[in-house]
């Protein structure tokens, strides 16, 4: 698996916070963890923390501050903090599922819902609009115009139905 620049310079991040951390907290992280973020890092990229700065001051990236959330809930919170963290988050999962089922709702993405009244009624004012910017009045009776369907005849029936032709015409 290939990083990015922004993941590899994340790493960095996230190794120089662990830095300016007590060791004790640092040792609950396991090593092959550690290793896996050190051998990761960006070296070229040289990022300094401000030690006068709190750390939601701190200019980290999003990815960093995943990380070293993720190393808060599962290394170092209490349980009765893990168990809050564990809650949220399926809480914000479960209300970004519902926003989601809502908005793309297969039974009601195709039905004649608002959202297509709507559209109809913004179509037939904007014709109006023209209507009345060419100075000619609409007409009262407006009706809803829809496509008319075409049936086209299928392959086999056209074929079928020349033979037939064929045959009436040589008949007579």
Known sequence: MTLTKEQKMAYTEVCTVLNHMDKTDVDKIPSDILTYYKDNADKSYNFQLDENKPFNQQNL???AKV????????????????NKIIQKEKYDLQKQEDENNKKYNPDLLF???NSNNNFEDSTSN???????????????NEQSQ???IIEKEKWYNKIFNSIKRFFKRNSK
Do not use: G, K, M
């Open 61 to 63: 990236s999003y990815v």
């Open 67 to 82: 990380v070293l959330a993720i190393f808060f809930r599962d290394y170092w919170a209490t349980p009765e903090q893990r």
């Open 111 to 113: 039905s004649n819902s």
């Open 126 to 140: 904007n014709i109006a609009n023209l209507n009345s910017d060419n100075n000619e009045q609409p007409q009262a």
């Open 146 to 148: 829809a496509l008319a």
